[in-house]
């Protein structure tokens, strides 16, 4: 074996959260609660009647009207794929590789830089404020110096929590040369989206999943709401047939359970606010959410030792301690009460006696 791995992938690795067997595990973001039972069936008796022995409907055209409806675009402007990672690499393919550059804010979601590097992209990063929002002076001049070809926003950002007012995001599409990305996993938990300000002509793409708010996350199901051109250049580099006849028709039922996702969606905002009060107890910080996820810092003790401690409590939470200014940062996923309530006993005692959980509403 003589050809060796690209020079610049060489000292890539890959993205991970790492798996712990643990009673409680919040590290990663899914959600709680299973999809209803009701659409479970629904997609059960679909797949008895999925003829395996053909391919599936490479457009995933029903799929994308059904999108276009709830999001009132037409289904020419919905690009569907295996989560919303491979949209992430389709946009990079399309519009990144040699000699175009990448431009991403840290900290921030790090598959942006990760899925950029691999499609050859160079990759410039920018900074945020101390409470992570955007600065607009900063942004216009890493715009000005990197002159890229997409620009990443994440919105709410992970794995902050900031939500962009739409003023940033309209002044990032207005400043960037080329297209800008919001990336909007956790938007359903958000009091705003950017959706409403795609169109044809325009430089914006905003990008959803299936695996947060629609809890389905082992279907691998992404999107995107995009402007009709930028729809057909990603169809150009996705491989023939890579949405599968069942993840597509998973989503497509799911679609019709938009009440219940909505009801999951209030329930876990409710709860993400009592647990970011019973943090605001303890010897921490913490930063204003709206994903389903709480960003905190431990005072008096580093992060790595902290979480070393809960995993030893069979609690999982994700140190985010390496990613660029996060240093000493944990990062919890809101679970059920009875999840979150194990959780801040686990911190509790790990912090001592200074942060006791009595005065906080259940």
């Not at 629904?42 to 395996?52: G, N, Q, S, W």
């Not at 919890?332 to 006993?345: C, I, K, N, Q, S």
Request: glycine share 8%; charged share 20%; proline share 7%.
């Amino acid at each position: 074996m003589t050809v060796r791995v690209r020079d610049d992938l060489a000292a890539l690795e890959g993205y991970h959260s790492p798996q712990v067997d643990v009673a409680v595990r919040l590290n990663t973001n899914e959600s709680p609660y299973p999809p209803p039972e009701a659409w479970r069936q629904a997609f059960l008796d679909e797949v008895k009647a999925i003829t395996f022995n053909r391919y599936p409907d490479r457009q995933a055209s029903v799929l994308r009207r059904a999108l276009g409806d709830l999001h009132g675009v037409a289904p020419e402007q919905v690009f569907a794929a295996n989560g919303s990672n491979e949209v992430l690499q389709a946009l990079c393919l399309a519009y990144g590789g040699h000699a175009r550059s990448v431009v991403v804010f840290e900290p921030t979601y790090p598959l942006h830089s990760h899925i950029a590097r691999i499609t050859g992209s160079e990759v410039v990063a920018g900074g945020r404020r101390d409470d992570f929002s955007l600065d607009p002076d900063d942004v216009r001049r890493v715009l000005v110096r990197a002159d890229p070809a997409i620009t990443f926003l994440c919105s709410p950002n992970n794995p902050t929590g900031t939500v962009d007012p739409s003023a940033t995001t309209a002044a990032v599409v207005a400043a960037a040369p080329g297209l800008v990305v919001v990336d909007e996993a956790y938007g359903q938990f958000a009091p705003r989206s950017a959706i409403s300000q795609v169109s044809d002509g325009g430089g914006l793409v905003v990008v959803r999943t299936f695996s947060k708010a629609w809890a389905m996350a082992g279907l691998r199901l992404g999107y995107c709401v995009a402007p009709a051109e930028v729809v057909t250049a990603l169809e150009s580099v996705t491989l023939p047939y890579h949405l599968d006849t069942a993840t597509q028709a998973a989503g497509r039922l799911a679609l019709r359970f938009r009440s219940e996702m909505e009801a999951r969606v209030a329930l876990l905002v409710a709860e993400r606010d009592r647990l970011t009060r019973a943090l605001s107890a303890l010897p921490v910080d913490t930063w204003p959410s709206g994903a389903n996820f709480v960003l905190f810092r431990p005072r008096a003790r580093a992060g790595a030792e902290v979480w070393k401690a809960l995993v030893e409590r069979s609690v999982l939470v994700r140190d985010c301690a390496a990613w660029p200014g996060l240093d000493g940062c944990l990062r919890v996923t809101v679970g059920t009460p009875h999840e979150d309530d194990a959780f801040l006993a686990a911190l509790t005692e790990v912090l001592g006696p200074s942060g006791p959980l009595r005065g906080v509403a259940a």
